[in-house]
């Protein structure tokens, strides 16, 4: 038996509690890439929090919702998935109510990790040679210049080029990103907030541990011997953690490996609101509004869909190590 | 965009079918690739099906080397759970684009791009200027990383005459730049060869060392069953030089267009203008 937690003091609490407590009016905020927490950022829309700043290396449908509801006006990321086509956001992109930066899915994962290092900076040799490096792009009235000012009042660059110190080379130099609050949705969880998740991760354990405060919902909440067991699936440890949501299905309509797999027909329905504001509208008051809790819009999809669309999307047949792996040492 | 199967005859397979399986023919022998979203996942796992089955497949979110299990679909994305089977390692984004691309061990990457300049440079944001953009894409991604980093670029582009421009709208992945010695001069490694995988034909670029010295311009090197010279330049906006040992693409083999409609059996990828 593993020992259990030197103390416990849980953090369980509600979707509804966590937002609440945890995430204010003009924070900036990642709400993962590929462990997306549906449920929270849903959520925050229910909530309305307001002048929110997404950031993410890829921006998907979740952080693309809370522009189309109005949460968020600001975003720095490097990829906004397919909600574009000529609908609301791009109408927003283009006029601004929607201000940006552009990165890369390098680069935005590269900041988290310069600001979860405590790194002032963070080379690259992404954008070398590149449009990202005009005047023109680095200067856009879209752009977040008013996030970037110094103590001292003036407003730092976007990106700025040197040459290294050491051999010569140019090289791009990326500001950290250090979120307020990142969220993500994982397989599992203790009540301390020792989170774990697997499968491809992208940028979330850097923006984990970039953010002031973290916030995760979980498939399941399991008892503390379970992770410390198997302690090497820990992406972020329970003292860097502030609130543990047990969430089942929070990460739908996408997908959590070993648990669900995307729901390819709820994506096609969800890609609705993206068209005009009356189907946004639809669609928030009825998935977002008209089910104040996951359990709620569980219940509300199988009453729409019938229990067939959501058992097709479930893991029947789990992945299991061939061995097991064995760890200790007497 | 010109022919369509509509007005062409019935081959048993479309121009998006050929391309996704020319551009799987361009993956090296031992080769390492990042697979960006789109086609290229469709093109990089007939590859690693039939053609290169030893190449290290891998994507940006975290799987590194992924090996199809048999009747396995292509990824649907760079994300698809799907390959935690199958893998040799799956982490995250920063030892996919960081450890493995940045840190130059991606020997070829293959994206797929809205705009392609005459000088190979990418464009995946927008239309119209910065300050103005008619239209914005999705975006970037892991492309201006691959360009950066990678060995070389297997781009994708279907061969529409917005898409093929003299300079692209926005610059976001570097190809050869201005020209010969410009990615030394930006601060980039050398890279190539190039190549473009168009619906139509195959481009290359004039450079055999990376960008140092030739012309580095996009030429025609082969052409697709059923297109003519004439079909190509009709499209490319500048005097398009063609190789003098311009070849005719081999059309789909049985077993590459059973392999790739087995990987994409629902068209998820083979829809002309969704990318």
Partial sequence: MAPSARRSRSKLMTEAEAVERFVHDGDTIYCGFTVVPYGLTFEIIRQNRRRLNVVGSSNVFSAMLLALAGCADRMETGYVGGTLTNGPINEMMKDGRLRFEDYSNLTMTLRFMAAALGMPFVPTNSFLGTDYLTQEVLEHEHGLASDRIRPDGSVAPKLAVMESPFTGEKTVLLSPCRPNVAMIHCQRADEDGNVQAWGPLADSKWALWAADIVIVSAEEIVPSSVIRTDPGRTVIPGFRVSAVVENPLGGHPGPVSGYYYRDKHFFALAGQPFKDWDSATEFFDKWVYGAPTRAEYVRKYRDAFGDELMDDIMVKNPIVPEQPAKSGWR | ??????????????????????????????????????????????????????????????????????????????????????????????????????????????????QIDRLGNLNTILVGTYANPVRRFPGTGGNADGGASAGRMISTVPLESRRFRERVDFRTTAGYLEGPGAREAAGLRPQGPNVCVTTMCIFRFDTTDGGRTGSCEMYLDGLFDGVSVEDVKAIVPWDLQVASDLVLVPPPTSEELETINELDAERVYRVPGRY
């Fill in chain 2, 1 to 114: 965009m010109a022919p369509a199967t509509g007005d062409a005859p019935d081959r048993g397979y479309d121009p998006i079918d050929m391309q996704c399986i020319a551009a799987a023919r361009e993956v090296a022998a031992n080769e390492t690739v990042i697979v960006g979203m789109g086609p290229p996942l469709l093109a990089g796992s007939v590859a690693k099906k039939i053609h290169r089955p030893e190449m290290a497949f891998v994507t940006e979110a975290g799987p590194i080397d992924w090996t199809p299990s048999d009747g396995v679909p292509a990824p649907n994305t760079i994300a698809d759970p799907a390959m935690t089977e199958g893998s040799a390692m799956v982490t995250d984004m920063l030892d996919a684009l960081g450890l493995f691309v940045m840190g130059g061990r991606a020997s070829a990457a293959m994206f797929q791009a809205a």
